[in-house]
Structures are given as structure tokens and as C-alpha cells.
């Protein structure tokens, strides 16, 4: 079995490199991001505690003869695509350039965790030769068996806990799984469930069904504490009638227009599942039990607990999928039962559906506490904006991808926020969108590049301010856009304009209130013989009409006599 580089090296000099004589090494001729399942499976191997993935050589164990530019780069890229990919990044040691027998090659040193380590996502098994994403009772078994020396979870405990809430538990988990060995769970004691789920005699036992605290307060309207109580068993902040709790608090009737009355959530139902699933997931246990709050005032939720300071790097990264767990086995508890998004998909579906729900977006705090941080994630609920709701829906009926209005509506709300620092929120696939509509100039905002911020387009504007579709330009601003629009249009379109054009050039969008003021613009520049009508919905500008010179001339002297005697009266006073 290789054990280091150097036995790499010497295996390549005696020509004896070869996969089918050491299973923990892997050869391949040049690197593809795919060949990273590979070295997921190789971290996922139990048995040994190095395996090596090198590139650069035939699967014979014959050189390929790259360069030394070549190793740079792939160097490089493999570097990249790991920092992206790769979780937890620490299964790749090291990467290595090597020169052999005048043939340069990568070696990539991959250390098994100690913990489950996934590429894009998804959890790989090494198999022989073959590599093969791993079923959810093979990521258990592994996580279990797997020392798990960072995942306070995965911890021996050995107490009592709550049978009432592991039997709940159990009912959801047959509920959401399919699989045979979850069907009849329901129906077993509480130690053969845990047995079952393979997570008896461990912290995350502890801390969904034991001792494990969490304080609820409840506020009245004058931000005073009228309720203070704690709980035990984490898997309570899950629950249905926990969450049913919360919504009472700051649930407000509205009548319908015939004088019905219907019932709103205080928050969306989603974003408050999976705000609450997200604490529980991902809180810090290792001292005083993570210190998880909940405070609900009548318009706003406040859920704090303990973090590792590195997990500032993901706050309001509501349109990233960049996560990171140090609760392994808690996490994959969580999944079994369904509690938990399985695609880093919780943080944008929180912030999307508040925004859905015409209510201001949420946002994570972090504060320090001790050689941990508090994460604290504030969720705004009770009553809807209908502003904001007809905002979303102006800019919905422009990007007809639901997603991508969503990025574009979250840059109007960030549009306070220098854009290099919004860039920082949004990664993947989002990032697509997000350039998209910075480059768009029928869209919501404006990219003012050398300032690096953004800037709301006129009907953006109008709307959030006074609630309207459109609002009549005053006589600067026609006169500014007048001269605008007839520069642009006889420099790229021989003078011709038409109402859509004009709603283009004045960053006005296209609801019935926009056409119309547009139309009626184009008319009285008509009456004031600034253009021509040629027919219907097209017009022409005229060239504008020049003063005499005599005018001009008793014009400019009538402005320069005006100039100095305000500026004689400035001096007197």
C-alpha cells in the first residue's frame, strides 16, 4: 500500500505504478472536475489513512510526458474545483507537482476526515474500481462508524431521553421514508428506534430527545418580555404545535373587500420551518448546549445559538449554496426525518418566501461570544406591503424565470449596498442571473460601475415611493428626457421613435399607466412641433429651432447682466 509521495516517485522509476497493485491509489491521464467522485470515494474508503489520486499517468502506469506548465495549471484547477466542490475541503491534504523521467505529473494526497465527505453535493463509495453515489443508510452507517472527532453529535452519551418525543420522531421518519427498515418504526420502542436509526448511545440523542435546553420569550407590543420558559429536546423547536405557537403570537385578522374575514400567517409557514430547522442543524453544542433562543415579538421572530466564528462567511448568502455543518450525524438524523433541506437550498427558500409574502427580507447577524460567535437570524412577519407585493409582481412579468426575478428583486432591496458587497450574497447558479440583470437596461436597476453601486430605475422608484405605476415627469425632467431621447434616436434611429421606445430611453416599464403616459408625452411634444406623426405609435423628431442670432445674442447678454447683479448682492450682503 503507497504510503507517500516518495513511494509514488520510486513505484514510477521502477515502472511498477500500476492501480490494480495498491487499492489506495488512482491514475488518470489529466484531471476532470468529474474524476472528483473520485476522491470523494477515496475519503470515504475505511481501512486506511492515505489514498492518492495522481494525474498526469496512463492507467498502465505509463507516463503521459506533460510539462511543467501543464502540472502548474492542473495544480491550480484542481485546487479550484476542490475549494468549490469538496466538503469538508481538509480530505485534500495536499496537492503536489512532481517531475519523473522528464514527464511532470500532479499528485493529489487525499486524508479521510473522519467524517463524510461529499463532491457537488452528494456522498461517493469506492468500490474496486468503481465509484457510485451512497444510498441514505449507507451515509448513516458510514457517519456512525466514522470516528467523528469534530462532530459533537457523533459523541458516546449515555442517559435518558424523552420516549414520547423519540416515538414523534419515529412517526415522521415513517412517514417521509419509504425504505423497509423505516416502515414500521413507528410501532417499536423507543430503544429499538434508536438502534434501528443507529444513532443510540449518541449526542444527537442528547440533543433532540434529552437534556439539551432552549429558552423561548415571548414580547408584547411594548418590546417587554411577558412570557419566559425553557424546554428540553430540541426536536420541540420542530414540532408542528411549536411552530403553530409562534404564529398565534403575532397573527393579525384583515377583512376582504365583501367583509369576509380571512386568516393570514404571521410568517411564512416554509421560511419558519426551515429557519428553525437550520438552528437545530447547525448550532455550535460544544459549550453551554449552544445556547439557542427563540424571541417572538408581535411582528418580527428573533432565533439565536452558538456558532464557529467561520460561519460569518455564510451569512445573508441567501443566494448561495455554500453551507458547512460541524453536526454530521445530527444533520443526517434530521434528513432521515425530512426536517432539513438536502441541497443547500434552505437559506435562499427563506428569504424567498418572505419576499413572496410581501414582507421585508430577512437578515443573519453575528455577534461575538467568548471564542464562539451568535448567530442570530431575525425573520420580519405579521403584516404584507402591497407596494412591495405589486413591486415583485412588475418585475416578475419582466423575467418570466421566477428564480431570476428573484435575484432581481433582491437587488432592489440591497440597492443601498455597494454591488462588490452584494456579489459576496450569490454564487452558483444565481451568479448567472445576478450578471444578467446588472447588464439589463430594461431591467429594475441601474450597475453605476465606477461607483460601484446600484441605481433604481425611474418606474422602481415611483412605485416604492408613492405607490404608483407612473408619476408625470415635472418640466426639467421632460426637458432632459426630451433632448435625450432626441439624441439617441437621430444618432440610431434616423429620428423615428415610437411610445415603447420612449418608455425604454425614460426607464419606464410597461403597466397600462406607463403606456398611457407615454403616449400622451409623444402627443404634446407633437402640439409644441417638437416631432412629427407619421402614423399610428410612430413619430418623428423635428430639427430643433434655432433662436435668430440677434436674440440669442440679447439672450446671452440679458443672462450675464442677471449673473453679475446676484453676484453684486451675494457681495453686498
Known amino acids: 500500500m503507497i504510503d507517500s509521495v516518495d513511494s509514488i516517485l520510486k513505484e514510477i522509476e521502477n515502472t511498477s505504478l500500476v492501480e490494480h497493485r495498491h487499492p489506495n491509489i488512482e491514475l488518470k491521464s489529466s484531471w476532470d472536475v468529474d474524476y472528483g467522485r473520485k476522491v470523494c470515494g477515496l475519503a470515504n474508503k475505511i481501512g486506511f489513512s492515505n489514498a492518492w489520486l495522481v494525474i498526469g499517468m496512463k492507467d498502465d502506469g505509463i507516463l503521459v510526458g506533460n510539462n511543467e506548465a501543464w502540472a502548474k495549471n492542473c495544480e491550480q484547477v484542481v485546487s479550484q474545483h476542490a475549494n468549490q466542490f469538496l466538503n469538508p475541503i481538509q480530505a485534500i491534504k495536499q496537492i503536489s507537482c512532481h517531475q519523473i523521467n522528464?514527464?511532470?505529473?500532479?499528485?493529489?494526497?487525499?486524508?479521510?476526515?473522519?467524517?463524510?465527505?461529499?463532491?457537488?453535493?452528494?456522498?461517493?463509495?469506492?468500490?474496486?474500481?468503481?465509484?457510485?453515489?451512497?444510498?441514505?443508510?449507507?451515509?448513516?452507517?458510514?457517519?456512525?462508524?466514522?470516528?467523528?472527532?469534530?462532530?459533537?453529535s457523533a459523541q458516546e452519551w449515555k442517559g435518558r431521553c424523552e420516549a414520547s418525543l423519540v416515538a414523534g420522531f419515529a412517526e415522521t421518519v415513517s412517514t417521509k421514508r419509504s425504505e423497509a427498515q423505516f416502515v414500521d418504526l413507528s410501532k417499536r420502542t423507543a430503544d429499538d428506534v434508536l438502534t434501528r436509526l443507529a444513532i443510540v448511545d449518541k449526542n444527537v440523542v442528547r440533543i433532540l430527545f434529552g437534556d439539551f435546553k432552549f429558552r423561548i420569550v415571548y414580547y408584547n407590543d411594548s418590546n417587554e418580555p411577558v412570557e419566559n420558559s425553557s424546554q428540553q429536546g430540541l426536536?420541540?423547536?420542530?414540532?408542528?404545535?411549536f411552530m403553530q405557537s409562534i404564529?398565534?403570537?403575532g397573527l393579525k385578522n384583515i377583512q376582504t373587500e365583501s367583509g369576509a374575514e380571512i386568516t393570514l400567517e404571521s410568517y411564512p409557514s416554509k421560511a419558519l420551518r426551515e429557519a428553525l430547522a437550520n438552528t437545530v442543524a447547525h448550532c455550535a453544542y460544544f459549550e453551554r448546549q449552544g445556547e439557542v433562543v427563540v424571541e417572538v415579538y408581535p411582528a418580527k421572530l428573533s432565533i439565536s445559538n452558538l456558532c464557529l466564528p467561520e460561519s460569518a462567511h455564510f451569512a445573508n448568502k441567501w443566494f448561495?449554496?455554500?453551507?458547512?455543518?460541524?453536526?454530521?450525524?445530527l444533520m443526517e438524523t434530521l434528513r432521515l426525518g425530512g426536517y432539513v433541506d438536502e441541497l443547500g437550498r434552505g437559506k435562499n427558500l427563506i428569504f424567498c418566501e418572505s419576499i413572496k409574502a410581501g414582507l421585508k427580507p430577512p437578515i443573519v447577524e453575528i455577534e461575538k461570544a467568548g471564542q464562539y460567535s451568535r448567530w442570530r437570524l431575525q425573520l420580519f412577519g405579521a403584516s404584507r406591503d402591497p407596494i412591495q407585493l405589486k413591486l415583485l409582481q412588475r418585475i416578475k412579468d419582466l423575467y418570466k424565470d421566477e428564480y431570476k426575478a428573484m435575484v432581481a428583486y433582491a437587488l432592489v432591496l440591497w440597492s443601498n449596498l455597494p454591488v462588490s458587497r452584494i456579489s459576496q450574497f450569490i454564487d452558483g447558479e444565481s451568479r448567472a442571473y445576478f450578471e444578467e440583470i446588472l447588464q439589463d437596461i430594461d431591467g429594475p436597476v441601474f450597475f453605476y460601475q465606477k461607483e460601484d453601486k446600484l441605481i433604481l430605475h425611474r418606474w422602481v422608484r415611483v412605485l416604492m415611493e408613492e405607490g404608483k405605476d407612473a408619476k408625470s415627469f415635472t418640466l426639467a425632467e421632460e426637458e432632459g428626457l426630451r433632448n435625450f431621447a432626441y439624441e439617441m434616436c437621430t444618432k440610431?434611429?434616423?429620428?423615428?421613435i415610437t411610445p415603447k421606445e420612449l418608455r425604454r430611453l425614460a426607464h419606464l416599464g410597461e403597466s397600462n399607466s406607463e403606456q398611457q403616459l407615454s403616449s400622451e408625452l409623444l402627443s404634446k411634444w407633437r402640439k409644441e412641433g417638437h416631432v412629427e406623426f407619421l402614423r399610428r405609435g410612430k413619430y418623428r423628431f423635428k430639427e430643433p429651432v434655432k433662436p435668430p442670432e440677434a436674440w440669442s445674442a440679447l439672450l446671452d447678454r440679458l443672462l450675464k447682466d442677471s449673473t453679475s447683479s446676484a453676484l453684486g448682492n451675494t457681495a453686498n450682503e
Open 102 to 152: 522528464q514527464s511532470w505529473i500532479v499528485v493529489i494526497h487525499v486524508q479521510p476526515p473522519g467524517a463524510v465527505t461529499y463532491w457537488q453535493g452528494i456522498p461517493y463509495k469506492a468500490s474496486g474500481t468503481t465509484f457510485a453515489a451512497m444510498i441514505p443508510e449507507e451515509i448513516m452507517q458510514l457517519t456512525v462508524s466514522l470516528p467523528g472527532l469534530e462532530d459533537f
Open 492 to 496: 440610431y434611429e434616423h429620428g423615428y
Open 247 to 249: 404564529q398565534r403570537w
Open 235 to 241: 426536536i420541540r423547536l420542530l414540532s408542528s404545535e
Open 320 to 329: 448561495s449554496r455554500s453551507r458547512n455543518t460541524v453536526n454530521r450525524l
